[in-house]
């Protein structure tokens, strides 16, 4: 693959961009690879390579195989498509799209001018879909933006900003979002006028202007049929059927082939090969004919999306097959649009046909239409048709499946499908379901044929709920005593398996009874009592909405101003820099790491022999060859935690060593052939709880204020419990989640002649440098760093990545060569700790209203294996949120497990421990049985009251601005009304709404100091500043550069903002916690008012001698002429931090719960955030949307799970571990930042913004209470339950707890 990169790179010079690629890169080498590792083109970015995140996402046009002569054009996931299969397409990357010195396209400039890109990781995916989409033949709609972004990640945005921007462009378009797109078309004006709005603008239309345009075009290596072999793996392209058979007949009994068609299902099941034969059907027309009359058919190739358009159409057209709408709407939710375009159907049966207990939604649906396949046979080249049941069963080594014929229905057919899922889109099924049934609704809805009903996700075996269609023929579904019965009937036959990744067998046990009862009241429709119809239909989520509400103070600006990111621009274009996009150097190595698969246990042997046989490994280093000390912490934390584990196994997905090859490719796959064996194997200890049961695992932690470990006392807590009037006790767990930051870990060690340049994803490249010094013995003046950027970090890059810098920096040593380590998802997920898992315990004591008297709160966190990160013990000021609890005592405890050791994640602890409080309040509410906002509103703290190891408050204005402005906002009162008669007029769904006020204090640490400098330019007045902090998507270089253009006086335009780097910004402190972004700004404050304090000077002595005022060129080279130091280099010093302050902040939620399914939707959420005068509106919007969407995250969708005798984490990847999707936050989002907020503390008035938010959203938790409730109730048990975190989908059906006695129709 080396030796092909450079002759790719002189063929790209010879050929422009018509790539022909030689027969030496392997068959198995993916799209993504070649574009960003060959061709160069890094704005293609890599993350999951399983088709779940969208970083990887490119336009394709390719011949259209339906309508020889045209092409069809549309988006696709580079990390599927193989890249020989992609012979004869014209790739579109986002390079092609247009930048700064072309010209943007109209897609790069809404993101940009919408403020939707933070780290910018996601930001070339996200655009590519959305240019795939205008490629579509029907206009753009919103409905379609929306759709369409149903496979692409963010992490930092909370989507609305990308929505608002890609909604702007369409038909359809809010009038209000439209004019903010003119605003933005005005301040770029880059349309290209050859092309309208569809060209990259490069030429500005000038005379001899040549359109630099860049697409790839990938010849066809050859007309008609290719084979190319690399060594014993081979690529045919066969051009015809029976050139398909020929090849499969010489394929040997023993081996192992694929047929490529999109290749999308090595997304789902990674580890089926190794092959030593990959069949390409590209080239057989035969496999893409449909024939579309009665009946309708398919050949194997149709891709799902081409299918669903060909279902709408026979819906439309042929009544017979209106069913195929609903097949058409169940396959819109299968996977995401990227992998519907290239995936086929057949390819999903054969997936289905491979792994039988995959949820193959094609298969149910397919099986439900009474399809019949076509299969045809290698060996004698026949034909034979069959049921996709009787397909499973057939072996098909050597057999294809050739089309599938789906019959028209009997006109009384009716059809209902379900896909049940953790989250809205992109997600595998718990259990999916297809009820077919011909039914006469003149005789009381009698089911006249046998009805099929098919449950997926059940078990490997199970696909039709046999007794339950013998019980239900001939009976008529609009009678009681029969849908119970069915219901009944199918809860015993439905068996599901118990495997620790999949929901709960009782879960899905029910949710087959609880689909067949949705269906059966679908079809009654308006037979049923009216308040019982709301069985029938799924939850509607509405077109999404966004408002946002801010002041413009114009005082300060650019201070103030709402500025899109400095760095967007490159973002949008792909420039912007990431660590794996730093070009490789010609002897440049790569690494992969092996990991252990078991925690808990010794390991009694390494064997790397085999893998460093394999061709173009280089070296495997260990523990051993580590020269200096082998632990990756030095200053963030007390606790050892080493490099490469030498004896015993902490956790499953340790490192034992790492794998030097000359490319990535064979890195990764020498590390999986390194053989690890193990002894004294333990069942692992995996949670809070199973650590407290087992014993010796826990410790009261010394508290970070005191340095004790007595209990933070206020009060007489256990005195004022004992009189309490009412008492309760209760306990609570929160589950981990996972940073989800998009660029993955990283690293690259160049040696050097005086030491290495250490490249790193770091929040903290001090403690990177230490800890390289620290591994290889040597002192940091031998280590440079820089860092540009990192691609989100969230608190995962603080300590984390240290690893693999250490890792990469022993191999660079040993082999005096650089290496570069960048880790996939899976490795990121499970090499690291994520944030901690929290159990809590409470007992509180209050009156008859509610107030609070007095609190116990014990707060025991997750610190995985080392007890180095766990902010548990900073919390005792944070346990009471913004109550007044006169008796209160917070006791912290650490809990050692047999996992990776968890670490600082955006809000840590905080989030947990007011998320504690608010699990109080709502249980003395539910047992007072009064309103939880009364209850809260009752509790508000007031100024003056003491409070646990914090100073009093000097001002509240939650309680007497905040909250009433918030409930004014959201129409509180009015729309509790609502949710409550609702809630009466709905058996089956039910609404909730709360709401939730915050208090966060600001304490700047005394140990958070950064050093910066600020240089002004003698040649033309322009302006550097560098600092310590990191660039991570919060919008650090911009508020520093507007804080710098304010100071000085001069446009924004003229400051620039480079990288942070170890000589400038020596000793700089982590950037996290929101303190970078602030002590940043204050210290280019301080830099720029020294430089202004000398340049004012002499300004006076020019203003004296001229008589007139200089311009800042002129002031700025008198000064330097004489003698006069255009740089200022600032510390920000403890003892010079600005004071602490206090951040108010509100929500307001409300959902609506599915009670049968437990999905539900979050209807709206109303945010009020105290940002002070805000330094930057679109930031601080951004920073507040974003994090208040991770912390609904963290609360609803993300499990964090393991297996439990391997301590393996399942969770890992986007099939497993599910984040929030653009259509999963809330359907209508607004966010205002207080107005008139300035305040005499923090930078200029300002207030931090990026994790104050994410303890908001909590609220969601409040308001399923509340849905959960209201359907409890009505049942005769409106008693208090424990709600632990996340509540899934499947933990709110669980809680609701309908069962089929409730299964009522009248
Ligand atoms: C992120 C993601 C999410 C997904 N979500 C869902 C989901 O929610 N529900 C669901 O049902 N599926 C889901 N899938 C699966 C997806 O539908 C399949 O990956 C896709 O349909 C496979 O088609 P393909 O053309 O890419 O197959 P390929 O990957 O090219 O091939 C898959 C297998 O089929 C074999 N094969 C292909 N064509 C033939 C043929 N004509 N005859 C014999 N063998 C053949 C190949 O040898 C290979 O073993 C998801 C996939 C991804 C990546
Ligand atoms: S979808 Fe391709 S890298 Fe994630
Ligand atoms: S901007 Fe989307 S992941 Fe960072």
Same mark, same amino acid.
């Given at each position: 693959?080396?030796?092909?990169?450079?002759?790719?790179?002189?063929?790209?010079?010879?050929?422009?961009?018509?790539?022909?690629?030689?027969?030496?890169?392997?068959?198995?080498?993916?799209?993504?690879?070649?574009?960003?590792?060959?061709?160069?083109?890094?704005?293609?970015?890599?993350?999951?390579?399983?088709?779940?995140?969208?970083?990887?996402?490119?336009?394709?046009?390719?011949?259209?195989?339906?309508?020889?002569?045209?092409?069809?054009?549309?988006?696709?996931?580079?990390?599927?498509?193989?890249?020989?299969?992609?012979?004869?397409?014209?790739?579109?990357?986002?390079?092609?799209?247009?930048?700064?010195?072309?010209?943007?396209?109209?897609?790069?400039?809404?993101?940009?001018?919408?403020?939707?890109?933070?780290?910018?990781?996601?930001?070339?995916?996200?655009?590519?879909?959305?240019?795939?989409?205008?490629?579509?033949?029907?206009?753009?709609?919103?409905?379609?933006?929306?759709?369409?972004?149903?496979?692409?990640?963010?992490?930092?945005?909370?989507?609305?900003?990308?929505?608002?921007?890609?909604?702007?462009?369409?038909?359809?378009?809010?009038?209000?979002?439209?004019?903010?797109?003119?605003?933005?078309?005005?301040?770029?004006?880059?349309?290209?006028?050859?092309?309208?709005?569809?060209?990259?603008?490069?030429?500005?239309?000038?005379?001899?202007?040549?359109?630099?345009?860049?697409?790839?075009? !990938? +010849?066809? @290596?050859?007309?008609? &049929?290719?084979?190319?072999?690399? $060594? #014993?793996?081979?690529?045919?392209?066969? =051009?015809?059927?029976?050139?398909?058979?020929?090849?499969?007949?010489?394929?040997?009994?023993?081996?192992?082939?694929?047929?490529?068609?999109?290749?999308?299902?090595?997304?789902?099941?990674?580890?089926?090969?190794?092959?030593?034969?990959?069949?390409?059907?590209?080239?057989?027309?035969?496999?893409?004919?449909?024939?579309?009359?009665?009946?309708?058919?398919?050949?194997?190739?149709?891709?799902?999306?081409?299918?669903?358009?060909?279902?709408?159409?026979?819906?439309?057209?042929?009544?017979?097959?209106?069913?195929?709408?609903?097949?058409?709407?169940?396959?819109?939710?299968?996977?995401?649009?990227?992998?519907?375009?290239?995936?086929?159907?057949?390819?999903?049966?054969?997936?289905?046909?491979?792994?039988?207990?995959?949820?193959?939604?094609? !298969? +149910?649906? @397919?099986?439900?239409? &009474?399809?019949?396949?076509?299969? $045809? #046979?290698?060996?004698?080249?026949?034909? =034979?048709?069959?049921?996709?049941?009787?397909?499973?069963?057939?072996?098909?080594?050597?057999?294809?499946?050739?089309?599938?014929?789906?019959?028209?229905?009997?006109?009384?057919?009716?059809?209902?499908?379900?896909?049940?899922?953790?989250?809205?889109?992109?997600?595998?099924?718990?259990?999916?379901?297809?009820?077919?049934?011909?039914?006469?609704?003149?005789?009381?809805?009698?089911?006249?044929?046998?009805?099929?009903?098919?449950?997926?996700?059940?078990?490997?075996?199970?696909?039709?709920?046999?007794?339950?269609?013998?019980?239900?023929?001939?009976?008529?579904?609009?009678?009681?005593?029969?849908?119970?019965?069915?219901?009944?009937?199918?809860?015993?036959?439905?068996?599901?398996?118990?495997?620790?990744?999949?929901?709960?067998?009782?879960?899905?046990?029910? @949710?087959?009874?609880?689909?067949?009862?949705?269906?059966?009241?679908?079809?009654?429709?308006?037979?049923?009592?009216?308040?019982?119809?709301?069985?029938?239909?799924?939850?509607?989520?509405?077109?999404?909405?966004?408002?946002?509400?801010?002041?413009?103070?114009?005082?300060?600006?650019?201070?103030?101003?709402?500025?899109?990111?400095?760095?967007?621009?490159?973002?949008?274009?792909?420039?912007?820099?990431?660590?794996?996009?730093?070009?490789?150097?010609?002897?440049?190595?790569?690494?992969?790491?092996?990991?252990?698969?078991?925690?808990?246990?010794?390991?009694?042997?390494?064997?790397?022999?085999?893998?460093?046989?394999?061709?173009?490994?280089?070296?495997?280093?260990?523990?051993?060859?580590?020269?200096?000390?082998?632990?990756?912490?030095?200053?963030?934390?007390?606790?050892?935690?080493?490099?490469?584990?030498?004896?015993?196994?902490?956790?499953?997905?340790?490192?034992?060593?790492?794998?030097?090859?000359?490319?990535?490719?064979?890195?990764?796959?020498?590390?999986?052939?390194?053989?690890?064996?193990?002894?004294?194997?333990?069942?692992?200890?995996?949670?809070?709880?199973?650590?407290?049961?087992?014993?010796?695992?826990?410790?009261?932690?010394?508290?970070?204020?005191?340095?004790?470990?007595?209990?933070?006392?206020?009060?007489?807590?256990?005195?004022?419990?004992?009189?309490?009037?009412?008492?309760?006790?209760?306990?609570?767990?929160?589950?981990?989640?996972?940073?989800?930051?998009?660029?993955?870990?990283?690293?690259?060690?160049?040696?050097?002649?005086?030491?290495?340049?250490?490249?790193?994803?770091?929040?903290?490249?001090?403690?990177?440098?230490?800890?390289?010094?620290?591994?290889?013995?040597?002192?940091?003046?031998?280590?440079?760093?820089?860092?540009?950027?990192?691609?989100?970090?969230?608190?995962?890059?603080?300590?984390?990545?240290?690893?693999?810098?250490?890792?990469?920096?022993?191999?660079?040593?040993?082999?005096?060569?650089?290496?570069?380590?960048?880790?996939?998802?899976?490795?990121?997920?499970?090499?690291?700790?994520?944030?901690?898992?929290?159990?809590?315990?409470?007992?509180?004591?209050?009156?008859?209203?509610?107030?609070?008297?007095?609190?116990?709160?014990?707060?025991?966190?997750?610190?995985?294996?080392?007890?180095?990160?766990?902010?548990?013990?900073?919390?005792?000021?944070?346990?009471?949120?913004?109550?007044?609890?006169?008796?209160?005592?917070?006791?912290?405890?650490?809990?050692?497990?047999?996992?990776?050791?968890?670490?600082?994640?955006?809000?840590?602890?905080?989030?947990?421990?007011?998320?504690?409080?608010?699990?109080?309040?709502?249980?003395?509410?539910?047992?007072?049985?009064?309103?939880?906002?009364?209850?809260?509103?009752?509790?508000?703290?007031?100024?003056?009251?003491?409070?646990?190891?914090?100073?009093?408050?000097?001002?509240?204005?939650?309680?007497?601005?905040?909250?009433?402005?918030?409930?004014?906002?959201?129409?509180?009162?009015?729309?509790?009304?609502?949710?409550?008669?609702?809630?009466?007029?709905?058996?089956?769904?039910?609404?909730?709404?709360?709401?939730?006020?915050?208090?966060?204090?600001?304490?700047?640490?005394?140990?958070?100091?950064?050093?910066?400098?600020?240089?002004?330019?003698?040649?033309?007045?322009?302006?550097?500043?560098?600092?310590?902090?990191?660039?991570?998507?919060?919008?650090?270089?911009?508020?520093?550069?507007?804080?710098?253009?304010?100071?000085?006086?001069?446009?924004?335009?003229?400051?620039?903002?480079?990288?942070?780097?170890?000589?400038?910004?020596?000793?700089?402190?982590?950037?996290?916690?929101?303190?970078?972004?602030?002590?940043?700004?204050?210290?280019?404050?301080?830099?720029?008012?020294?430089?202004?304090?000398?340049?004012?000077?002499?300004?006076?002595?020019?203003?004296?001698?001229?008589?007139?005022?200089?311009?800042?060129?002129?002031?700025?080279?008198?000064?330097?002429?004489?003698?006069?130091?255009?740089?200022?280099?600032?510390?920000?010093?403890?003892?010079?931090?600005?004071?602490?302050?206090?951040?108010?902040?509100?929500?307001?939620?409300?959902?609506?719960?599915?009670?049968?399914?437990?999905?539900?939707?979050?209807?709206?959420?109303?945010?009020?955030?105290?940002?002070?005068?805000?330094?930057?509106?679109?930031?601080?919007?951004?920073?507040?949307?974003?994090?208040?969407?991770?912390?609904?995250?963290?609360?609803?969708?993300?499990?964090?799970?393991?297996?439990?005798?391997?301590?393996?984490?399942?969770?890992?990847?986007?099939?497993?571990?599910?984040?929030?999707?653009?259509?999963?936050?809330?359907?209508?989002?607004?966010?205002?930042?207080?107005?008139?907020?300035?305040?005499?503390?923090?930078?200029?008035?300002?207030?931090?913004?990026?994790?104050?938010?994410?303890?908001?959203?909590?609220?969601?938790?409040?308001?399923?209470?509340?849905?959960?409730?209201?359907?409890?109730?009505?049942?005769?048990?409106?008693?208090?339950?424990?709600?632990?975190?996340?509540?899934?989908?499947?933990?709110?059906?669980?809680?609701?707890?309908?069962?089929?006695?409730?299964?009522?129709?009248?």
């Amino acid at each position: 693959m080396r030796d092909a990169v450079l002759r790719a790179g002189q063929q790209q010079a010879l050929r422009h961009f018509n790539h022909k690629v030689g027969p030496d890169v392997p068959p198995w080498t993916r799209l993504v690879d070649y574009i960003r590792y060959v061709v160069q083109a890094p704005g293609t970015k890599a993350l999951c390579r399983e088709g779940g995140c969208g970083v990887c996402t490119v336009v394709a046009t390719v011949p259209d195989r339906e309508s020889p002569g045209h092409n069809k054009t549309f988006s696709v996931q580079a990390c599927q498509a193989m890249l020989y299969a992609c012979a004869g397409w014209k790739i579109e990357t986002i390079e092609g799209l247009g930048n700064r010195y072309t010209g943007y396209h109209p897609i790069q400039k809404a993101l940009h001018g919408f403020y939707g890109t933070q780290c910018g990781f996601c930001s070339p995916g996200m655009i590519m879909t959305m240019y795939g989409q205008t490629k579509g033949s029907e206009p753009l709609t919103s409905a379609k933006v929306e759709a369409s972004l149903d496979g692409n990640i963010c992490r930092c945005t909370g989507y609305r900003p990308i929505l608002d921007a890609f909604k702007s462009m369409t038909v359809d378009a809010d009038p209000t979002l439209k004019e903010r797109l003119v605003d933005i078309e005005e301040a770029y004006n880059g349309v290209c006028e050859k092309n309208g709005t569809d060209g990259c603008g490069g030429c500005k239309g000038k005379e001899g202007g040549r359109c630099k345009k860049r697409v790839m075009d !990938f +010849l066809p @290596l050859n007309p008609g &049929k290719v084979q190319i072999s690399f $060594g #014993s793996v081979h690529w045919f392209r066969p =051009t015809n059927i029976h050139g398909m058979y020929s090849i499969l007949r010489n394929i040997g009994t023993e081996e192992k082939y694929r047929i490529v068609v999109g290749n999308t299902g090595q997304g789902v099941f990674k580890n089926d090969g190794p092959y030593s034969a990959y069949i390409s059907t590209d080239g057989i027309e035969e496999l893409y004919i449909t024939s579309v009359g009665v009946p309708l058919q398919l050949g194997a190739n149709v891709s799902l999306t081409r299918a669903m358009e060909l279902f709408h159409h026979m819906a439309k057209t042929q009544p017979r097959y209106s069913y195929l709408e609903v097949l058409a709407n169940h396959w819109q939710v299968v996977a995401n649009v990227a992998v519907r375009n290239t995936g086929s159907w057949a390819g999903n049966l054969m997936l289905k046909h491979a792994h039988q207990g995959f949820q193959s939604d094609i !298969f +149910l649906t @397919l099986l439900a239409a &009474k399809a019949e396949l076509t299969i $045809g #046979s290698a060996e004698d080249a026949s034909t =034979t048709h069959m049921s996709l049941e009787h397909f499973l069963r057939t072996d098909m080594f050597k057999k294809v499946i050739l089309s599938v014929t789906l019959p028209p229905a009997l006109h009384n057919t009716k059809l209902r499908t379900f896909k049940i899922t953790p989250r809205a889109v992109n997600a595998h099924a718990y259990v999916n379901a297809c009820f077919r049934m011909e039914v006469d609704p003149t005789d009381n809805f009698k089911v006249t044929h046998k009805p099929s009903i098919l449950l997926g996700g059940i078990n490997p075996n199970f696909i039709h709920a046999t007794e339950t269609e013998n019980f239900l023929m001939g009976r008529r579904l609009n009678d009681q005593a029969t849908v119970v019965e069915a219901a009944e009937i199918l809860g015993r036959e439905v068996q599901p398996d118990n495997h620790p990744q999949d929901a709960s067998p009782a879960y899905r046990r029910s @949710l087959s009874q609880a689909l067949l009862y949705k269906t059966i009241v679908g079809f009654l429709a308006n037979k049923v009592n009216p308040k019982l119809a709301s069985a029938g239909p799924n939850i509607e989520r509405p077109l999404s909405s966004g408002r946002q509400e801010f002041d413009m103070d114009r005082e300060a600006w650019p201070v103030g101003e709402p500025l899109p990111k400095l760095e967007s621009a490159t973002q949008i274009s792909g420039e912007a820099t990431y660590l794996d996009d730093i070009p490789y150097l010609p002897s440049e190595l790569h690494g992969a790491l092996v990991q252990t698969t078991h925690a808990n246990a010794k390991i009694s042997h390494v064997d790397a022999s085999e893998a460093l046989r394999l061709k173009d490994v280089v070296t495997f280093v260990k523990a051993a060859d580590i020269p200096g000390k082998n632990s990756f912490v030095v200053t963030a934390g007390v606790y050892p935690d080493p490099v490469f584990v030498e004896e015993r196994s902490k956790y499953a997905g340790q490192p034992v060593g790492l794998i030097v090859a000359r490319d990535r490719d064979t890195a990764v796959r020498a590390a999986q052939m390194v053989v690890v064996s193990y002894e004294d194997v333990k069942k692992p200890v995996l949670t809070i709880e199973q650590a407290l049961a087992e014993g010796g695992r826990d410790e009261i932690v010394t508290f970070a204020v005191t340095g004790t470990v007595e209990p933070a006392v206020l009060g007489d807590p256990e005195g004022q419990l004992e009189i309490a009037p009412h008492r309760l006790k209760g306990n609570l767990t929160q589950g981990s989640q996972y940073h989800l930051n998009m660029e993955p870990f990283a690293t690259r060690v160049v040696p050097i002649e005086d030491g290495y340049d250490v490249y790193c994803t770091t929040q903290w490249p001090t403690e990177t440098q230490a800890t390289v010094a620290q591994v290889l013995g040597i002192t940091a003046n031998s280590i440079n760093m820089s860092v540009r950027r990192i691609g989100g970090g969230y608190g995962a890059k603080i300590s984390r990545q240290n690893v693999l810098a250490a890792a990469a920096a022993v191999a660079a040593r040993s082999l005096q060569q650089p290496v570069r380590v960048v880790t996939d998802l899976n490795t990121n997920m499970t090499l690291a700790g994520w944030r901690d898992s929290y159990y809590a315990t409470y007992d509180v004591g209050f009156e008859d209203t509610g107030k609070l008297t007095s609190l116990i709160v014990d707060l025991y966190s997750d610190a995985g294996h080392v007890s180095n990160e766990s902010p548990v013990g900073f919390l005792a000021s944070v346990i009471q949120n913004c109550y007044f609890i006169p008796n209160l005592q917070y006791r912290p405890h650490i809990v050692n497990t047999d996992t990776a050791a968890n670490t600082w994640c955006r809000t840590p602890g905080h989030v947990n421990a007011i998320g504690t409080m608010e699990n109080i309040l709502d249980h003395i509410a539910s047992y007072l049985k009064k309103d939880p906002l009364e209850v809260r509103q009752l509790n508000l703290i007031t100024p003056g009251v003491p409070r646990l190891l914090a100073s009093s408050h000097e001002q509240t204005p939650i309680k007497d601005v905040i909250l009433p402005l918030l409930l004014e906002k959201a129409n509180f009162v009015q729309r509790k009304a609502e949710v409550e008669e609702f809630n009466r007029s709905n058996r089956w769904k039910k609404r909730g709404i709360a709401v939730m006020p915050e208090y966060y204090g600001f304490d700047y640490p005394s140990v958070f100091r950064y050093g910066l400098q600020v240089s002004i330019y003698a040649h033309d007045g322009t302006v550097a500043i560098t600092h310590g902090g990191i660039e991570m998507g919060q919008g650090i270089n911009t508020k520093v550069a507007q804080v710098a253009a304010y100071t000085l006086g001069i446009p924004l335009a003229q400051v620039v903002v480079k990288a942070s780097e170890t000589t400038v910004a020596a000793n700089s402190t982590v950037t996290s916690g929101s303190f970078g972004s602030d002590l940043c700004a204050h210290g280019v404050r301080k830099a720029s008012l020294a430089l202004k304090e000398r340049m004012d000077v002499e300004k006076e002595k020019i203003k004296k001698d001229t008589g007139k005022e200089p311009t800042w060129l002129e002031l700025v080279q008198h000064c330097f002429s004489h003698d006069v130091d255009l740089c200022e280099r600032y510390w920000t010093a403890a003892k010079e931090h600005p004071p602490r302050y206090d951040i108010w902040a509100a929500c307001c939620l409300e959902v609506e719960v599915d009670v049968l399914t437990g999905i539900y939707m979050i209807r709206r959420a109303d945010v009020i955030e105290d940002a002070g005068r805000s330094m930057n509106p679109f930031v601080d919007v951004g920073q507040v949307e974003g994090a208040f969407i991770m912390g609904l995250g963290l609360f609803t969708s993300e499990k964090l799970k393991f297996d439990p005798s391997t301590g393996q984490k399942l969770s890992n990847g986007t099939w497993e571990y599910k984040p929030p999707t653009a259509l999963d936050i809330p359907a209508d989002l607004r966010v205002t930042l207080l107005p008139n907020a300035k305040q005499p503390y923090g930078v200029l008035g300002s207030k931090a913004t990026g994790e104050p938010p994410l303890c908001l959203s909590y609220a969601v938790v409040s308001a399923l209470r509340q849905a959960i409730t209201a359907f409890r109730a009505e049942n005769g048990d409106d008693s208090w339950f424990q709600m632990d975190t996340p509540l899934t989908v499947e933990a709110v059906q669980r809680l609701c707890g309908a069962n089929p006695q409730m299964f009522k129709l009248g």
